[in-house]
């Protein structure tokens, strides 16, 4: 059964840099047919894409946080990771990694999530 | 690419069927066959519950089912149960197969 575990800082201060990072077990990162990617979810609030990269490091993010947002892949780890610079208190909220088919916007495994707050 | 339209809440009675709309544009719902939706329970991470527009995952009940007319998806659920008590999103390609875009969210309370 494929797991998904995010791990990273659940504070960060403000106008530092948001690092987040994937583990991926259960199967391989090393697949034509996935992306991986970030989601991340406001207290309270909706769901919004952040963005995805494919197993040879194509990646590929929203446009409103593109300036903002790198996404790297380390498949010697089966990792992804996820930097979100210049945060302010509007970057805080819950974040999930995920498996997104290449065929489709389908998301077919989720991390449980990780709370970052952006706070000084 | 703006996230697409649902309602922000719909109720029912418990064996009742309520649909629940997501309004997107050609360029989203209404441009391609990959509408999905997911539950979202409180404190819990989304899970898939309908992919390709009215496809289900195995493990889902046949109770959920999708479907799509022009620019606007929906999700029927039929035979409502208290445990279907949650959020539910949609979901789409914006403009592009890169792109990923969400419906607000809509609270689902069985009566």
């Known amino acids: 059964q494929l797991q998904l575990q995010e791990s990273g800082p659940g504070l960060v201060k403000p106008s530092e840099t948001l690092s987040l990072t994937c583990t991926v077990s259960?199967?391989?990162?090393?697949?034509?047919?996935?992306?991986w990617g970030w989601i991340r979810q406001p207290p309270g609030k909706g769901l919004e894409w952040i963005g995805s990269i494919y197993y040879s490091g194509g990646t590929y993010y929203t446009p409103s946080l593109k300036s903002r947002v790198t996404i790297s892949v380390d498949t010697s780890k089966n990792q992804f990771s996820l930097k979100v610079s210049s945060v302010t208190a509007a970057d805080t909220a819950v974040y999930y990694c995920a498996r997104r088919l290449v065929r489709g916007p389908t998301i077919d495994y989720w991390g449980q999530g990780t709370l970052v707050t952006v706070s000084s | 690419q703006s996230a697409l339209t649902q309602p922000r809440s719909v109720s029912g009675s418990p064996g009742q069927s309520v649909t629940i709309s997501c309004a997107g544009t050609?360029?989203?719902?209404?441009?391609?066959?990959?509408v999905s939706w997911y539950q979202q329970e409180p404190g819990k991470a989304p899970k898939l519950l309908i992919y390709?527009?009215?496809k289900r995952p195995s493990g889902v009940p046949d109770r959920f089912s999708g479907s799509r007319s022009g620019n606007t998806a929906s999700l029927t659920i039929s035979g409502l149960q208290d445990e279907d008590e949650a959020d539910y999103y949609c979901?789409?390609?914006?403009?592009?197969?890169?792109?990923?875009?969400f419906g607000g969210g809509t609270k689902l309370t069985v009566l």
């Open positions: 979901c789409s390609y914006a403009g592009s197969y890169t792109f990923v875009v």
């Open positions: 050609s360029s989203d719902v209404g441009g391609n066959n990959f």
């Open positions: 259960g199967g391989s990162i090393n697949s034509s047919s996935y992306f």
């Open positions: 390709d527009v009215n």
